[in-house]
């Protein structure tokens, strides 16, 4: 279950500590939730299934169904944001979501090429979407997203859980308007089915909690505010 953190003052010390998680996602500060008087309004409610956005070097898998010669995989979005496509040349990616992209792609190809094509556009890689994985896992770093990513999902990523950690306390740190905001998660009940799967987005930090770092972890989970708005998967 979702535990909402408060704002507390802390000392020092414990800032120092959890900032030196903080610093990369900060400053990225791409792909912001709502926050504020509408994330309260809106808190816990699952956005639209295609909400992610493409990004400059993301690799796509675009399928025109029983037409293979136009169906491309591994196609990868260049830095202006576009791709090129057999028949129709360049198309702008960036900031469509895989709906958008399906959509334009088969109305594209149906004004002059065939009739009622189904096309689907999947992220294969999302080259511009990053997620650190910190604390107690097994191989801590900066992952690549492919496509939409839950929480276990980016543990996976870090190989999971270390044999010192408490798996009953996972932070998910998010910069919202400048600043770090964070939650917790039970990872051992998502894990079991006994609560659901939060999304994590671009420029999170995870930080799984050991258990032997109870001052640590109360430290950092009270010195940010919450946020509140989440996807689930």
């Given at each position: 279950m979702v535990?909402?953190?408060?704002?507390?003052?802390?000392?020092?010390?414990v800032v120092?500590?959890a900032?030196?998680?903080l610093?990369?996602a900060?400053?990225?500060?791409q792909d912001?939730p709502v926050?504020g008087?509408?994330?309260?309004t809106a808190a816990m409610?699952p956005?639209?299934?295609?909400?992610?956005?493409i990004?400059?070097l993301?690799?796509?898998n675009?399928?025109?169904?029983q037409v293979?010669?136009?169906?491309?995989?591994?196609?990868q979005?260049?830095a202006?944001?576009?791709?090129?496509?057999p028949?129709?040349?360049?198309?702008?990616?960036k900031?469509?979501t895989t709906?958008?992209?399906?959509?334009?792609?088969?109305d594209r190809?149906?004004e002059r090429?065939?009739?009622?094509?189904?096309?689907s556009?999947t992220?294969a890689?999302?080259?511009?979407?990053?997620v650190?994985?910190?604390g107690?896992?097994?191989?801590?770093?900066v992952?690549?997203?492919?496509?939409?990513?839950?929480?276990l999902e980016?543990?996976a990523?870090?190989?999971?859980?270390s044999k010192?950690?408490?798996a009953?306390?996972?932070?998910?740190?998010?910069?919202?308007?400048g600043?770090?905001?964070?939650?917790?998660?039970d990872?051992?009940?998502i894990?079991a089915?006994?609560?659901?799967?939060p999304?994590?987005?671009?420029?999170?930090?995870?930080?799984v909690?050991?258990?032997?770092?109870?001052?640590?972890w109360h430290?950092?989970v009270?010195?940010f505010p919450?946020?509140y708005?989440?996807t689930?998967?």
């Amino acid at each position: 279950m979702v535990r909402v953190l408060p704002r507390r003052r802390l000392g020092a010390l414990v800032v120092a500590m959890a900032s030196s998680f903080l610093l990369p996602a900060a400053a990225a500060g791409q792909d912001r939730p709502v926050t504020g008087a509408l994330a309260a309004t809106a808190a816990m409610a699952p956005l639209p299934a295609g909400d992610y956005r493409i990004g400059p070097l993301d690799k796509l898998n675009i399928v025109v169904f029983q037409v293979k010669d136009l169906s491309v995989d591994d196609l990868q979005v260049d830095a202006s944001g576009q791709i090129l496509l057999p028949l129709i040349g360049a198309l702008q990616a960036k900031g469509k979501t895989t709906a958008e992209l399906s959509a334009e792609i088969a109305d594209r190809l149906g004004e002059r090429y065939l009739q009622s094509p189904q096309v689907s556009v999947t992220v294969a890689e999302a080259a511009s979407q990053k997620v650190s994985v910190e604390g107690a896992v097994n191989d801590a770093g900066v992952f690549e997203l492919k496509g939409r990513t839950s929480l276990l999902e980016a543990v996976a990523r870090a190989k999971g859980v270390s044999k010192a950690a408490n798996a009953h306390r996972v932070a998910i740190v998010r910069n919202v308007d400048g600043s770090p905001h964070a939650a917790t998660f039970d990872l051992a009940a998502i894990s079991a089915g006994k609560a659901r799967d939060p999304e994590v987005i671009a420029n999170d930090v995870v930080i799984v909690d050991t258990s032997r770092s109870k001052s640590f972890w109360h430290g950092m989970v009270e010195v940010f505010p919450a946020f509140y708005l989440f996807t689930f998967l």
